[in-house]
C-alpha cells in the first residue's frame, strides 16, 4: 500500500508547529531555522505531512540553494516544486536517488572532494570535551583589524566585517602579522556556526588554524554557545584540526553539491 503524503507550502501550515519540527533538531536544520528568521523574504518551503504529521520539508533560498530534509519518502514528492535549473543541494544521503532522478551532480560544495559530491560530517564539541591548542599569539578581531584582514586576505575582510558584527571572529599572528582567521558570522539562538578557518597559503602547515580555531571555540564556550561545524569528510586537514580539539561527530551527515536540471 502506497503512503499518502500532502504537501503544502509553509503559508498554509501552522507555522508554529513547524518550528517545533525544527527545533527537535537545531543542529540538523539551523540553516533553516536562520533563513526563516532573518531572511525570510527570500525563503520559500514545502511541507511534507503524513497523517497531519511533519515528516519532512524542502527549503529554497534566494533562488540558488535547496535543502532537503526529512522522511526519504517525501523527497520526490516535494522536488517537483523546484523551479530551478542550477541548484546548489544541500540534502541526506538517503535522499541522493531522489534528487537525482531530476538533478545531475555537476561540482561539490568543497573543493577537497573526491567526486562530484562533497559530503560533510556535522561536528560539535562542548565545555566538557573542547581541549584547545595555541601556540601562536591569538585576539578576537575587531573593526579596527579589518584593514590588516584586507592585506592578508583579501576579500575575506567582507566574510570577517559579517562575524565582527553579528557573530565573531579570531586571528593568529606569525611574526607580527595576521595569518589565520576563523569566524562565526551568525550565533543563530545558542548554536554558534563555524563558517570559515583560513590560513595564508604560504604559512600553512604551522599550527596556525589549529591555534585560530581554538581561540575561537574557547571564546564561544565562555559565551555559554554550542560550537557547530560542517567538516567535508574529504578535507583531512581540517578534519585533523577538529579531531585534535575533540570536535565529535553529531551522527548528522549531508551531502553538498552544485548540480542541474537533467
Given amino acids: 500500500m502506497k503512503t499518502s503524503f500532502r504537501v503544502l507550502p509553509l503559508e498554509k ?11 527537535k533538531d537545531r543542529v540538523l536544520h539551523i540553516f533553516t531555522i536562520y533563513d526563516l528568521k532573518y531572511m525570510r523574504e527570500k525563503t520559500e518551503v514545502w511541507v511534507a505531512l503524513r497523517d497531519d ?23 520526490a514528492r516535494l522536488l517537483p516544486f523546484v523551479d530551478l535549473d542550477e541548484p546548489v543541494v544541500s540534502a541526506e544521503p538517503d535522499h541522493l536517488a531522489a534528487v537525482e532522478d531530476i538533478f545531475e551532480p555537476v561540482e561539490p560544495m568543497d573543493s577537497s572532494s573526491k567526486g562530484k559530491i562533497t559530503t560533510f560530517l556535522v561536528m560539535r564539541t562542548d565545555a566538557e570535551a573542547f581541549q584547545p591548542v595555541i601556540r601562536h599569539r591569538v585576539r578576537r578581531l575587531g573593526t579596527e583589524d579589518l584593514e590588516e584582514v584586507s592585506e592578508s586576505f583579501g576579500d575575506l575582510a567582507e566574510t570577517v566585517e559579517k562575524a565582527i558584527q553579528g557573530g565573531v571572529a579570531f586571528g593568529a599572528y606569525e611574526g607580527g602579522s595576521l595569518a589565520s582567521l576563523a569566524t562565526v558570522p551568525q550565533i543563530i539562538e545558542s548554536i554558534a556556526l563555524i563558517r570559515g578557518v583560513y590560513t595564508v597559503p604560504s604559512l600553512s602547515d604551522r599550527g596556525l588554524a589549529t591555534s585560530t580555531s581554538s581561540a575561537l571555540v574557547a571564546e564561544l564556550i ?41
Avoid: S
Fill in 13 to 23: 501550515v501552522d507555522e508554529k508547529r513547524f518550528l517545533d519540527f525544527l527545533h
Fill in 53 to 75: 504529521a511533519i515528516v519532512g520539508y524542502l527549503l529554497e533560498f534566494d533562488k540558488r540553494i535547496v535543502h532537503a530534509r526529512g522522511d526519504p519518502e517525501t523527497v
Fill in 222 to 262: 565562555r559565551l555559554g554557545k554550542e560550537p557547530v561545524l560542517w567538516v567535508a569528510k574529504d578535507n583531512l586537514p581540517a578534519r585533523r584540526i577538529y579531531e585534535k580539539t575533540v570536535f565529535r561527530r553529531t551522527g548528522h551527515v549531508l551531502l553538498g553539491f552544485k548540480a542541474k536540471r537533467r
